[in-house]
T-cell receptor
Framework: DQQVKQNSPSLSVQEGRISILNCDYTNSMFDYFLWYKKYPAEGPTFLISISSIKDKNEDGRFTVFLNKSAKHLSLHIVPSQPGDSAVYFCAASEVTSGTYKYIFGTGTRLKVLA | DAGVTQSPTHLIKTRGQQVTLRCSPKSGHDTVSWYQQALGQGPQFIFQYYEEEERQRGNFPDRFSGHQFPNYSSELNVNALLLGDSALYLC????WGQGIGWTGELFFGEGSRLTVL
């Protein structure tokens, strides 16, 4: 049972345009969400997080939106750059008493075309 | 400041053998989580260690076991290896609890790629 889903395995965007990566989850108890970027032969790199008490969080070119009623989050990258080409994973967790167990999606491969 | 370091980076084993993977967390971190990432999949949670105890466990059989040492470093052991255990094993470190400024971020190492023949 896939609790966190990234239904688009790949996405191509022109440099300078907006990239929108989507993620859906099924467990309403999830209250913390992360986005990671992964290059080949490297470990995942943290991008941005959001807690369930917010519906938006921004960090530079990256913005994450959370729609709790739809159990949906999205990552917006504006403007997209060729260096953003990587696999992007969303992850969700229920955080209780200091412990958390992140469930990851299967990833979306973003290609930014110069 | 060293980040998360894992060893070995690559290894090849045969079915039925046992393997031990090692992880040193980022300086200042006390919690270590292990993930398995198969080709084309997202990382799958194996277990989490804090204060030398397993705190959370994912849906992995008992063949997967771990340990955390007093210096917060950790080992992942897999017994009776199967072909399906071939994957990238990722270690992630973090701070226990959600204090002021907590972002929920896990810091990942570059992984140990295990091939089982």
């Amino acid at each position: 049972d896939q609790q966190v889903k990234q239904n688009s395995p790949s996405l191509s965007v022109q440099e300078g345009r907006i990239s929108i990566l989507n993620c859906d989850y099924t467990n309403s108890m999830f209250d913390y969400f992360l986005w990671y970027k992964k290059y080949p032969a490297e470990g995942p790199t943290f991008l941005i997080s959001i807690s369930s008490i917010k519906d938006k969080n921004e960090d530079g070119r990256f913005t994450v939106f959370l729609n709790k009623s739809a159990k949906h989050l999205s990552l917006h990258i504006v403007p997209s750059q060729p260096g953003d080409s990587a696999v992007y994973f969303c992850a969700a967790s229920e955080v209780t008493s200091g412990t958390y167990k992140y469930i990851f999606g299967t990833g979306t491969r973003l290609k930014v075309l110069a | 400041d060293a980040g998360v370091t894992q060893s070995p980076t690559h290894l090849i084993k045969t079915r039925g053998q046992q393997v031990t993977l090692r992880c040193s967390p980022k300086s200042g971190h006390d919690t270590v989580s292990w993930y398995q990432q198969a080709l084309g999949q997202g990382p799958q949670f194996i277990f989490q260690y804090y204060e030398e105890e397993e705190r959370q466990r994912g849906n992995f059989p008992d063949r997967f076991s771990g340990h955390q040492f007093p210096n917060y470093s950790s080992e992942l052991n897999v017994n009776a290896l199967l072909l399906g255990d071939s994957a990238l094993y990722l270690c992630a470190s973090s701070e226990w609890g959600q204090g002021i400024g907590w972002t929920g971020e896990l810091f990942f190492g570059e992984g140990s790629r295990l091939t089982v023949l």
